[in-house]
């Protein structure tokens, strides 16, 4: 069975300090990642996926197989960062779950000015 | 682009009524669907895959004629609470995806049961 952990429920931050929101995940396969966000009062958004190793909103996530984590970086955390995010997976391409996401607890962000 | 729209946001009914979400794909068609279901303070549960002409796979431990689903077409996918009672409050999220595209979701549906 598949199992995505996000430890931290809350996570607050000044504005300017480096942030990182910490995914752990569980899976026997080769997985696929994913960090969504939910900007209050919007709907679930597509933030990062791994396989496309791009940085989005100065966000970074790497996939370590070794710690099976999947941890979502920023150096310089903004105000407009607050918001809940998600960590999410799926089976890789091919498997017969794939497409299906597993997700974790989410982590609310707060970033204070 | 790949925006979906579900309706209603929030309907509020009596125990016993059936409740339509409807899940439409606005600007792309849709090969799967998927609704999720949400409880306050936590994470999104997967109930079932829907995929256009076909039957909707269920996760386990979801009620398949409880949660009817029906995948009509590439744009729409309607979730209906059949025969709901108070125990099936919750907000209910679809999402829609074209092949091995990531999922697009809607904004969701806050259904309270009286």
């Known amino acids: 069975a598949q199992r995505v952990t996000q430890p931290e429920k809350l996570l607050s931050v000044f504005k300017g300090a480096p942030v990182e929101l910490k995914c752990n995940y569980s899976?026997?396969?080769?997985?696929?990642l994913f960090w969504y966000v939910q900007y209050s009062r919007q709907r679930l958004q597509l933030l990062l996926r791994?396989?496309s190793r791009e940085s989005i909103k100065g966000f970074t996530a790497d996939l370590n197989k070794g710690e099976t984590s999947f941890h979502l970086k920023k150096p310089f955390a903004q105000e407009e960062d607050s918001a809940m995010y998600y960590c999410?997976?799926?089976?890789?391409?091919?498997?017969?779950?794939?497409?299906?996401?597993?997700f974790g607890q989410g982590t609310i962000l707060t970033v204070h000015p | 682009g790949a925006v979906v729209s579900q309706h209603p946001s929030w309907v509020i009914c009596k125990s016993g009524t059936s409740v339509k979400i409807e899940c439409r794909s606005l600007?792309?068609?849709?090969?799967?669907m998927f609704w999720y279901r949400q409880f306050p303070k936590q994470s999104l549960m997967l109930m079932a895959t829907?995929?256009?002409?076909?039957?909707?796979?269920?996760e386990q431990g979801v009620e398949k004629d409880k949660f009817l689903i029906n995948h009509a077409s590439l744009t729409l996918s309607t979730l209906t609470v059949t025969s709901a009672h108070p125990e099936d409050s919750s907000f209910y999220i679809c999402?829609?995806?074209?092949?091995?595209?990531?999922?697009?979701f809607g904004d969701g549906t806050r259904l309270s049961i009286l």
């Open positions: 999402s829609a995806t074209v092949g091995n595209q990531p999922q697009h």
């Open positions: 899976y026997s396969g080769s997985p696929e």
């Open positions: 791994h396989i």
């Open positions: 999410a997976l799926t089976a890789n391409a091919g498997g017969t779950s794939y497409g299906k996401l597993t």
């Open positions: 600007d792309f068609q849709a090969t799967t």
């Open positions: 829907s995929n256009e002409g076909s039957k909707a796979t269920y």
